[in-house]
């Protein structure tokens, strides 16, 4: 069966400091993977999405970045953290479009 | 782009209650997945249902896609139920690529 995994599951930064937040699936080959955030209190918003390995298209521009190294694996950066990049970070894989999609457990990131 | 509105946001029931929770989206889509995000943040798959209606225990799901809204429905509510629901979909303009659009959720408590 197909498991997805995300580390760190908290994480506590301060301004300016780099992020890199990590998220690999097990089970299935060349999954669509993608990146979301919740602001507290609010709804998911799509910020990266990926179809195979080196392809990222981001949704939102912002302070983040995508990588997508091997086909399991997303990495979710920043260079310089902002106070407003605080949130819970969820990735997600599917098969494909049109398909049910399955997301992680989160990690949850304070910028202080 | 697509608008994905949940009704009602908060709902507070007894344990032992029924209830439905509305989503309506503006446009065309290829996937509506229902999901409950429990306590600790994960979200937990409930139904893949872009049309028709399925039935999982105590809750079930229609969508009616020509009217674009989609029903959810909880029988004999318990206190475990209690979380937020969000409702996602796949725009049909979201070039195949899966991208999922949410609603702000419907926070529902229930009491014992």
């Known amino acids: 069966s197909q498991t997805i995994h995300q580390w760190p599951a908290t994480l506590v930064q301060p301004v300016g400091s780099p992020l890199s937040l990590e998220c690999t699936v097990e089970?299935?080959?060349?999954?669509?993977l993608y990146w979301y955030r919740q602001a507290a209190g609010r709804g998911l918003q799509l910020l990266f999405y990926s179809v195979g390995i080196g392809q990222i298209s981001s949704e939102v521009p912002q302070n983040l970045s995508a990588s997508r190294p091997q086909d399991r694996q997303f990495i979710l950066s920043s260079k310089k953290l902002l106070l407003s990049d605080s949130g819970f970070y969820l990735c997600a894989w599917s098969v494909g479009w049109g398909v049910e999609q399955y997301f992680g457990p989160g990690t949850r990131l304070t910028v202080t | 782009g697509i608008q994905v509105e949940q009704s009602p946001p908060d709902l507070i029931l007894q344990e032992g209650a029924n209830s439905t929770l509305r989503c309506n989206f503006s446009?065309?889509?290829?996937?509506l997945q229902w999901f409950h995000q429990n306590p600790w943040g994960q979200l937990i798959n409930l139904f893949y249902?872009?049309?028709g209606t399925k039935q999982n225990g105590r809750l079930s799901a229609t969508t009616v896609a020509t009217e674009r809204y989609s029903l959810l429905y909880i029988s004999s509510s318990q206190t475990t139920d209690s979380g937020v629901y969000f409702c996602?979909?796949?725009?049909?303009?979201?070039?195949?690529?899966?991208?999922?659009?949410f609603g702000q959720g419907t926070t529902l408590q229930v009491k014992p």
């Open positions: 249902i872009p049309s």
């Open positions: 446009d065309s889509v290829n996937n």
């Open positions: 089970g299935t080959s060349n999954p669509n």
């Open positions: 996602a979909v796949e725009p049909k303009t979201s070039s195949n690529t899966g991208k999922l659009i």
